[in-house]
């Protein structure tokens, strides 16, 4: 499948060319707003700095600034920069050392570069010369003193990024390209990992097949993918890759959660997978069910909180078919029950980073709502509005700790403990897909790769 990415990513570079311009377009008006209300005429953007590990001369995998990466598809070049100036056209700073060291980064090249103005820099230094009189310029990046050692004075202003992060929300039709296009390659991986499952690999083997049909190293995917077997499904946010294989006998279960990336956006992609049929695939097929049936109720204007309500609900009804608990749908939700078995939220924004920004922003000025109490760890409170991508991802798990604790109260005689036992080495359950609302209707960008491959 490897051998295919290459051709992937070419004739999507050239359905992006006619894109592009005007997603520049756009984002040039976001920033120049949100610069405008800062009280400056310009931004300068820092891509990065490579940071070195304790005590070592290694550095940790680079990860791009997400602003930067919001103006072009460059995500791997450290201590570059964005000059953005009101009637200018953009100027990109290009770090480009003399280094026998490592290789410095080739010219750039492809669809977006006649956008801009290339400039190739040797150092830091050389940035600050490009710059000229800087009292017009507000900036975004990690490093604050660099910039204040230059004599900017307008830094990560808050105004200006709460401006920004809210228009986050709404991709363009490049970024909704590039987001497909990163579910298509996240989507070969999952095929991959699958196989791999039902060959009997390890969650090692699962990772190692995953990356190499998605043709990235573990550094450049969005996040760091959950590869979890049997009882690890229960682990949110497992963090380990064994190498131990389970003989037929005591192989269960794999959950899969990883993404990909395409010119800096992200997939962001979970499956589960019983090894035998039996009651926990049964379980998966339900899943899966309730999470299409969720996502054909979603319409422009509904607050994501309710969805997530919604989803509580349909996992009550879950519990109550599969006589997991003996209790009302309704009484079930109303007493939080449901969230021993579904501890997170159901989904949050998508687009630049896996958990995008402003997901409990509520205008351009910075005021949030926070999750509900019930459901402290949603991270989406937002209506639900046109351009938005973010993911539906309901969920279903054994967990020892929550399933103690609600042993412990006074509905732990409505709780069918013996066939919760049963279940505890299989884990858990979640399904995952990006949606994106483009003209009132949900695109399942998920759900189209996986029928397009």
């Known amino acids: 499948m490897t051998d295919q990415i290459p051709d992937l990513q070419s004739a999507v570079g050239s359905q992006l060319s006619s894109l592009y311009k005007i997603h520049l377009e756009h984002v040039t008006q976001v920033y120049q707003k949100a610069a405008r209300q800062a009280g400056k005429d310009g931004i300068l953007i820092a891509s990065g700095a490579l940071k070195q590990t304790f005590l070592d001369d290694q550095t940790y995998p680079f990860k791009v600034n997400p602003h930067f990466k919001a103006w072009l598809p460059v995500t791997d070049v ?11 056209k953009p100027q990109l700073l290009f770090h480009q ?3 026998y060291w490592h290789l410095p980064a080739q010219d750039p090249t492809g669809f977006w570069v006649d956008e801009w103005d290339i400039e190739s820099i040797k150092n830091v230094s050389d940035a600050h010369n490009h710059l000229g009189d800087v009292r017009d310029l507000a900036f975004i990046g990690e490093d604050v003193q660099q910039p204040k050692d230059w004599g900017i ?11 920004i992060h809210f228009n986050r929300a709404y991709k363009t039709d490049y970024e909704i390209t590039c987001l497909a296009h990163a579910n298509n390659i996240a989507v070969r991986g999952h095929v991959a990992a699958e196989a791999a499952f039902r060959e009997g690999m390890s969650e ?4 190692t097949a995953y990356l190499s049909a998605i043709g990235h190293r573990e550094q450049q995917t969005p996040y760091s993918g ?37 010119n800096g956006y992200a997939a962001d992609i979970t499956r589960t997978y019983a090894h035998r049929s039996g009651l926990f695939e049964d379980l998966i097929t339900a899943m ?46 109303q007493k939080n029950i449901t969230f021993n078995f579904m501890p997170h939220g159901l989904g949050h924004f998508l687009g630049l980073q896996t958990h995008d920004v ?17 459901y402290p760890s949603l991270r989406l409170t937002r209506k639900i509005e046109d351009r938005q991508v973010f993911t539906i ?25 013996s066939l919760i036992e049963s279940l505890l080495p299989y884990g858990g359950i979640r399904i995952e897909d990006n949606i994106a609302m483009i003209n009132g209707q949900t695109r399942n960008l998920t759900r189209e790769a996986f029928t397009q491959l």
């Open 393 to 417: 991802e309901p969920g279903i798990y054994f967990i020892p700790m929550l399933l103690k604790q609600l042993q412990q109260t006074e509905d732990a005689s409505s709780v069918n403990w």
């Open 78 to 88: 450290e201590d570059s920069y964005l000059l953005l100036r009101e009637n200018k």
């Open 97 to 99: 050392p003399e280094d």
């Open 226 to 262: 959950i590869v979890a077997l049997n009882e690890h499904c229960a682990v949110l946010h497992y963090q380990h890759y064994e190498h131990l294989r389970h003989g037929e006998s005591s192989l269960n279960s794999l959950l899969i959660d990883a993404g990909a990336n395409s």
């Open 204 to 207: 090692f083997e699962i990772q």
């Open 288 to 333: 899966n069910e309730a999470q299409l049936t969720l996502i054909d109720t979603i319409e422009v204007g509904m607050d994501y909180t309710k969805l997530n309500f919604l989803m509580h609900q349909k996992l009550a009804l879950l519990l109550k078919q599969f006589k997991i608990i003996d209790m009302s749908v309704d009484e079930m939700v």
């Open 358 to 374: 402003s997901g409990f922003q509520q205008s351009e000025k910075g005021d949030n709502v926070a999750a509900p109490d019930n």
């Open 153 to 163: 004075d307008r830094i990560n202003d808050e105004t200006m990024l709460d401006s």
